[in-house]
């Protein structure tokens, strides 16, 4: 019984047992025989391609083992370049078409051996960059081996570095590409853009048609909308790991880092150093270094041998001032190391600006205000430059750190531009994981729609237009979500009516009598504020019915961040005079909605009154002009938003009003207002303003359909 339960637990005993050395031997050739089905298999049915798999390696990429093409001297050149190209002239979407995960196929073109007639090489080999972008693009759901399916087409023709290139050989072998027609849908990396004497700040070798993905443009060289602004690539990245430091003060608060700076730019750091004393600390290129030390891992001032890029970890703010190119490797260290960037370089495109908010993690100074950098910088709270600080290193993780990560980001605006409704938000692009996941992505951290039940407060500066305001006090206590009327008697040598003159209204009206005659008054946080919502109207706007505020008001509810308005005036770029202009006229688009008739959130006018950068305020107050510029300008800057248009009348002050009586219709009104949209972008160190081709309506505002249908059908047309 015994015997019989130890055989049970083995195995049937029925077969006889074999010889050690023969089941070896079978053992040994049934391993031998399956491993080579497995290996077959795998061979066989593992996705694979010769592009996506082992042609992919540094060593394959050498020239030396690849098709030779030969370009004659007479081979075909592209065109320069086409500066008007936007998505919508230059690029062909029908080659994307419809796929259900939303992600264009980009083709990458096999390695081929370019010569010229003599038979001198185009290029020699593939940098290490390009090879690690051209990987990660083969490894990630971009890519497609089926030219036939591609959207998008990158050549194996490495253009990063502009130093190593032969300008038309480079162009007549982009020429030679099988699916190139003008460059159509082809996508060109490059960083190190132009060459001696004038550094231009674009790739110069004509393209085309092509979308340039470039590490140097200036406003003039960038296809907005059609061109992608990257990084320039640093080494140390991969070279050197610099631990996440807490966010915080840090030992000197400006730091500069850059060897071989034009003498003008040394000249004003260093009297910058003089006059701050340690708490700058301006760095250059270590002459005394021992044999054997890399120079590109040290700086000195004067005797002190600093360590590169470890150093910047010590500095609260760090320079990134313009070279011999507008695009600076810098910024990426500055941003690995935590250091919030401080970019002085005019016309400069900052990387991926189209869909990051450089303003959370940077500070942007035109170069004729370094000398007030200081001052600047000063101004910053400590709580917000900690959240630059934290910014900053999000940024540099997410789309800095690599290769992989330039060329994904790369790819993906591109994609958001062809499947915009499957586009990534502005939350998912600027913040951080635990952002994400922490709350709702509000700005305001307002609940995404505050209740209707609270209302909200319209306040209506006046001086002396009585008769006027009384009408303007009747037209608004008929919005039913009105809760309190707050008018702000800005007229100090004249008492307001008596009040058994004022309107009998159904809700709380409180006047509040100024000090000093200012614009800025209509923005003060006034303690008889209780709502979130606030209504700013002029005296003079009487001809907006109650279904437009009550309307007005339930968008406002949907968006609590933006200013919701509705006059709608635009800034424009004036060429010939090289400076902003104020546009009032109709046209197509917005970027500003007036605030004598705007709903925004009371918050705002907490930052206009304690937290308006530079003198914009006192700036206002003096000339009697554009306060309503400013909040735009305010709202704008702080959420990165554009303001949004409600209903389409166009017309709203009262009839009877004359150019004595408004402000606004003086003669000098129109140039000073261009004045103030100029003033205030010089103290921004930006436009933060954003141009949009839409407005706000009622669903049933146009439709054929009985008025009593309508929510909201009394809505004027001009």
């Given at each position: 019984?015994?015997?019989?339960?130890?055989?049970?637990?083995?195995?049937?005993?029925?077969?006889?047992?074999?010889?050690?050395?023969?089941?070896?031997?079978y053992?040994?050739l049934?391993?031998?025989?399956?491993?080579?089905?497995?290996?077959?298999?795998?061979?066989?049915?593992?996705?694979?391609?010769?592009?996506?798999?082992?042609?992919w390696?540094?060593?394959?990429?050498?020239?030396?083992?690849?098709?030779?093409?030969?370009?004659?001297?007479e081979s075909?050149?592209?065109?320069?370049?086409?500066?008007s190209?936007?998505?919508?002239?230059?690029?062909?979407?029908?080659?994307?078409?419809?796929?259900p995960?939303?992600?264009?196929?980009?083709?990458i073109?096999?390695?081929?051996?370019?010569?010229?007639?003599?038979?001198?090489?185009?290029?020699?080999?593939?940098?290490?960059?390009?090879?690690?972008?051209?990987?990660?693009i083969?490894?990630?759901?971009?890519?497609?081996?089926?030219?036939?399916?591609?959207c998008?087409?990158?050549?194996?023709?490495?253009?990063?570095?502009?130093?190593?290139?032969?300008?038309?050989?480079?162009?007549?072998?982009?020429?030679?590409?099988?699916?190139?027609?003008?460059?159509?849908?082809?996508?060109l990396?490059?960083?190190?853009?132009?060459?001696?004497?004038?550094?231009?700040?674009a790739?110069?070798?004509?393209?085309?048609?092509?979308?340039?993905?470039?590490?140097?443009?200036?406003?003039?060289?960038?296809?907005?909308?059609?061109?992608?602004?990257?990084?320039?690539?640093?080494?140390?990245?991969?070279?050197?790991?610099?631990?996440?430091?807490?966010?915080?003060?840090?030992?000197?608060?400006?730091?500069?880092?850059?060897?071989?700076?034009?003498?003008?730019?040394?000249?004003?750091?260093?009297?910058?150093?003089?006059?701050?004393?340690?708490?700058?600390?301006?760095?250059?290129?270590?002459?005394?270094?021992?044999?054997?030390?890399?120079?590109?891992?040290?700086?000195?001032?004067?005797?002190?041998?600093?360590?590169?890029?470890?150093?910047?970890?010590?500095?609260?703010?760090?320079?990134?001032?313009?070279?011999?190119?507008?695009?600076?490797?810098?910024?990426?260290?500055?941003?690995?190391?935590?250091?919030?960037?401080?970019?002085?370089?005019?016309?400069?495109?900052?990387?991926?600006?189209?869909?990051?908010?450089?303003k959370?993690?940077?500070?942007?100074?035109?170069?004729?205000?370094?000398?007030?950098?200081?001052?600047?910088?000063?101004?910053?709270?400590?709580?917000q430059?900690?959240?630059?600080?934290?910014?900053?290193?999000?940024?540099?993780?997410?789309?800095?750190?690599?290769?992989?990560?330039?060329?994904?980001?790369?790819?993906?605006?591109?994609?958001?531009?062809?499947?915009?409704?499957?586009?990534?938000?502005?939350?998912?692009?600027?913040?951080?994981?635990?952002?994400?996941?922490?709350?709702?992505?509000?700005?305001?951290?307002?609940?995404?729609?505050?209740?209707?039940?609270?209302?909200?407060?319209?306040i209506?500066?006046t001086?002396?237009?009585?008769?006027?305001?009384?009408?303007?006090?009747?037209?608004?206590?008929?919005?039913?979500?009105?809760?309190?009327?707050?008018?702000?008697?800005?007229?100090?040598?004249?008492?307001?009516?008596e009040?058994?003159?004022?309107?009998?209204?159904?809700?709380?009206?409180?006047?509040?009598?100024?000090?000093?005659?200012?614009?800025?008054?209509?923005f003060?946080?006034?303690?008889?504020?209780?709502?979130?919502?606030?209504?700013?109207?002029?005296?003079?706007?009487?001809?907006?019915?109650s279904?437009?505020?009550?309307?007005?008001?339930?968008?406002?509810?949907?968006?609590?961040?933006?200013?919701?308005?509705?006059?709608?005036?635009?800034?424009?770029?004036?060429?010939?005079?090289?400076?902003?202009?104020?546009?009032?006229?109709?046209?197509?688009?917005?970027?500003?909605?007036?605030?004598?008739?705007?709903?925004?959130?009371?918050?705002?006018?907490?930052?206009?009154?304690?937290?308006?950068?530079?003198?914009?305020?006192?700036?206002?107050?003096?000339?009697?002009?554009?306060?309503?510029?400013a909040?735009n300008?305010?709202?704008?800057?702080?959420?990165?938003?554009?303001?949004?248009?409600?209903?389409?009348?166009?017309?709203?002050?009262?009839?009877?009003?004359?150019a004595?009586?408004?402000?606004?219709?003086?003669q000098?009104?129109?140039?000073?207002?261009?004045?103030?949209i100029?003033?205030?972008?010089?103290?921004?160190?930006?436009?933060?303003?954003?141009?949009?081709?839409?407005?706000?309506?009622?669903?049933?505002?146009?439709?054929?359909?009985?008025?009593?249908?309508?929510?909201?059908?009394?809505?004027?047309s001009?």
């Amino acid at each position: 019984m015994c015997a019989s339960a130890k055989y049970n637990t083995r195995g049937p005993a029925l077969i006889p047992r074999m010889k050690t050395k023969h089941r070896i031997y079978y053992i040994t050739l049934f391993s031998i025989v399956l491993l080579g089905l497995i290996a077959t298999g795998m061979f066989q049915f593992w996705p694979h391609s010769i592009e996506s798999s082992s042609d992919w390696t540094v060593e394959k990429r050498s020239v030396h083992d690849v098709p030779v093409v030969k370009l004659p001297a007479e081979s075909p050149i592209p065109e320069r370049g086409d500066l008007s190209c936007r998505m919508h002239t230059c690029f062909d979407v029908y080659r994307c078409g419809f796929n259900p995960k939303n992600k264009i196929k980009v083709y990458i073109y096999s390695l081929k051996k370019y010569v010229d007639e003599y038979g001198m090489l185009v290029s020699n080999t593939i940098s290490r960059e390009y090879n690690e972008l051209l990987t990660a693009i083969s490894d990630s759901d971009f890519y497609t081996d089926d030219v036939n399916r591609a959207c998008l087409f990158v050549p194996s023709i490495d253009v990063l570095n502009q130093n190593t290139l032969r300008i038309k050989e480079t162009a007549q072998a982009l020429a030679q590409l099988s699916r190139w027609d003008r460059g159509t849908n082809h996508l060109l990396f490059n960083m190190l853009p132009g060459g001696p004497p004038d550094y231009n700040t674009a790739l110069d070798v004509p393209r085309d048609r092509a979308l340039l993905a470039g590490g140097g443009f200036s406003t003039w060289t960038y296809r907005q909308g059609y061109d992608v602004s990257i990084p320039v690539y640093s080494p140390l990245s991969a070279e050197v790991e610099l631990p996440e430091r807490r966010p915080g003060p840090r030992r000197y608060f400006i730091l500069s880092s850059q060897m071989a700076l034009h003498p003008e730019y040394r000249s004003d750091l260093e009297a910058l150093q003089a006059e701050n004393g340690e708490s700058v600390l301006i760095l250059d290129k270590c002459t005394n270094l021992s044999e054997g030390v890399p120079s590109v891992r040290k700086r000195c001032h004067k005797n002190q041998v600093f360590d590169y890029p470890q150093v910047l970890q010590e500095a609260t703010f760090c320079i990134v001032l313009r070279g011999a190119r507008l695009g600076q490797a810098v910024l990426s260290d500055v941003l690995q190391a935590g250091c919030v960037p401080v970019v002085i370089a005019d016309s400069y495109i900052l990387p991926f600006s189209e869909v990051l908010d450089w303003k959370r993690a940077s500070v942007v100074i035109p170069e004729e205000k370094m000398p007030e950098m200081y001052s600047i910088l000063q101004s910053i709270p400590q709580r917000q430059i900690e959240e630059m600080q934290r910014q900053a290193r999000w940024f540099w993780e997410a789309y800095f750190r690599s290769m992989k990560a330039i060329a994904l980001a790369t790819l993906q605006i591109i994609n958001d531009r062809i499947y915009p409704y499957a586009a990534m938000s502005y939350e998912e692009w600027n913040d951080p994981p635990a952002v994400k996941w922490s709350s709702v992505s509000n700005p305001l951290f307002l609940p995404l729609i505050p209740p209707q039940s609270q209302g909200f407060t319209a306040i209506v500066l006046t001086y002396d237009r009585v008769e006027s305001l009384f009408r303007v006090i009747t037209e608004v206590s008929k919005v039913p979500s009105l809760s309190k009327l707050l008018v702000v008697w800005n007229n100090q040598n004249k008492n307001p009516p008596e009040d058994s003159l004022w309107p009998k209204i159904r809700v709380p009206l409180k006047v509040v009598k100024t000090t000093e005659n200012k614009l800025s008054n209509r923005f003060f946080p006034y303690d008889e504020i209780e709502t979130e919502a606030v209504l700013a109207i002029d005296d003079d706007i009487i001809m907006l019915t109650s279904d437009e505020l009550q309307f007005g008001y339930e968008v406002w509810r949907e968006f609590p961040d933006r200013l919701v308005g509705y006059p709608g005036r635009l800034h424009l770029w004036d060429h010939e005079m090289n400076k902003w202009k104020y546009e009032s006229e109709w046209t197509n688009e917005v970027s500003m909605v007036l605030t004598g008739a705007a709903f925004y959130h009371k918050y705002f006018n907490y930052l206009y009154t304690y937290k308006m950068p530079g003198d914009i305020k006192n700036w206002v107050d003096a000339h009697m002009n554009c306060e309503d510029i400013a909040m735009n300008f305010l709202v704008a800057n702080v959420t990165g938003k554009a303001v949004i248009k409600v209903t389409p009348r166009k017309k709203f002050k009262c009839p009877e009003c004359t150019a004595i009586d408004g402000l606004s219709l003086d003669q000098t009104h129109m140039v000073e207002r261009s004045e103030c949209i100029n003033k205030f972008a010089s103290v921004f160190g930006t436009m933060p303003l954003k141009v949009v081709e839409h407005r706000a309506d009622p669903v049933l505002y146009k439709d054929d359909f009985p008025e009593k249908l309508k929510s909201f059908p009394n809505i004027g047309s001009l």
